[in-house]
T-cell receptor, first 108, second 114 residues
């Protein structure tokens, strides 16, 4: 059974760069990799997507190695408002399997 | 101007009852989804649906059935509710377009079965 795994939790101080890695060994050729942020009592919110190498937008960067079996979400200079649960999701024509989620806590 | 809305936000009911959760999206998207989030915060796909195809996660009991009266709505009907059905249910939608994989999620419906 394909499984998408992430570290359960991470802590970081304000102003630091945070990197969260997701393992998706069984990613399909057509799958893109997407990442979501979820605050308590809200639905997940899309952050970024990529297929390979590096993608950057106004809130994050996404690094994907050549074998695409993992991906790393990078959040630059985090603030308290970045405290949330982060999920990866390989998305394409195959079954949608969210990662196990990483609870990120930002410390003042 | 809510993009994806769900009703009700909270639903408390007894075992054995039948209930429905409604979902509407005003984004003009072609595909809609239902997810279940359990107490450990794991998000699991239940269904994805567009006007061409219904894809069912084979682990979903047949007590759960999606019903789509039109492209903007995908309701979730649950028969014979069980204690294990207690969870937060999220509706989502996305464009059916190549290389566009952003899903828009609703605020969730917290279902409690007693």
């Amino acid at each position: 059974l394909a499984k998408t795994t992430q570290p359960i939790s991470m802590d970081s101080y304000e102003g630091q760069e945070v990197n969260i890695t997701c393992s998706h060994n069984n990613i399909a050729t057509n799958d893109y990799i997407t990442w979501y942020q979820q605050f308590p009592s809200q639905g997940p919110r899309f952050i970024i997507q990529g297929y390979k190498t590096k993608v950057t937008n106004e809130v994050a960067s996404l690094f994907i190695p050549a074998d695409r079996k993992s991906s790393t979400l990078s959040l630059p200079r985090v603030s308290l408002s970045d405290t949330a649960v982060y999920y990866c999701l390989p998305f394409g024509n195959e079954k949608l399997t969210f990662g196990t989620g990483t609870r990120l806590t930002i410390i003042p | 101007d809510t993009a994806v809305s769900q009703t009700p936000k909270y639903l408390v009911t007894q075992m054995g009852n039948d209930k429905s959760i409604k979902c509407e999206q005003n984004l003009g998207h072609d595909t809609m989804y239902w997810y279940k989030q359990d107490s450990k915060k794991f998000l699991k796909i239940m269904f994805s649906y567009n006007n061409k195809e219904l894809i069912i996660n084979e682990t979903v009991p047949n007590r759960f059935s999606p019903k789509s009266p039109d492209k903007a709505h995908l309701n979730l009907h649950i028969n014979s509710l069980e204690l294990g059905d207690s969870a937060v249910y999220f509706c989502a939608s996305s464009q059916d377009k190549a290389e566009v994989y952003e899903q828009y999620f609703g605020p969730g419906t917290r279902l409690t079965v007693t």
